[in-house]
């Protein structure tokens, strides 16, 4: 079983910047792939970036050159730095953790952080 505790969202002005984190703990293997999600209300959840232990980040097209995700593997934790907030990147935030061992995979998600941005 995997636990992901995240921290960081909050209230801030358009323009603005946030950092979220995101802790893992308990049985993580050494691949795997975190990441962030958001869902605002009424909304489906959608990818806002995701960082594999090895290979490439990938980002939404929305948030491409305003929002930056890294990891420290080290302690099993990844980090959204998000600037140059626009309104409509109000939702909760949601960290992800999947990982996979042959014939199974195990897909994690936090509780969510809310993010809210004033005009």
């Known amino acids: 079983q995997v636990q992901l505790v995240e921290s960081g969202g909050g209230l801030v002005q358009a323009g603005g910047s946030l950092r979220l984190s995101c802790a893992a703990s308990?049985?993580?293997?050494?691949?795997?792939?975190m990441g962030w999600y958001r869902q605002a209300p009424g909304e489906q959840r959608t990818l806002v970036a995701v960082i594999p232990s090895v290979g490439t980040t990938n980002y939404a097209d929305s948030v491409k050159g305003r929002f930056t995700i890294s990891r420290d593997n080290a302690k099993n934790t990844v980090y959204l730095q998000m600037n140059s907030l626009k309104p409509e990147d109000t939702a909760v935030y949601y960290c992800?953790?999947?990982?996979?061992?042959?014939?199974?995979?195990?897909?994690?998600w936090g509780q969510g952080t809310q993010v809210t941005v004033s005009s």
């Open positions: 992800n953790l999947y990982q996979r061992r042959w014939p199974h995979q195990y897909d994690y």
């Open positions: 308990g049985n993580i293997f050494s691949l795997n792939s």
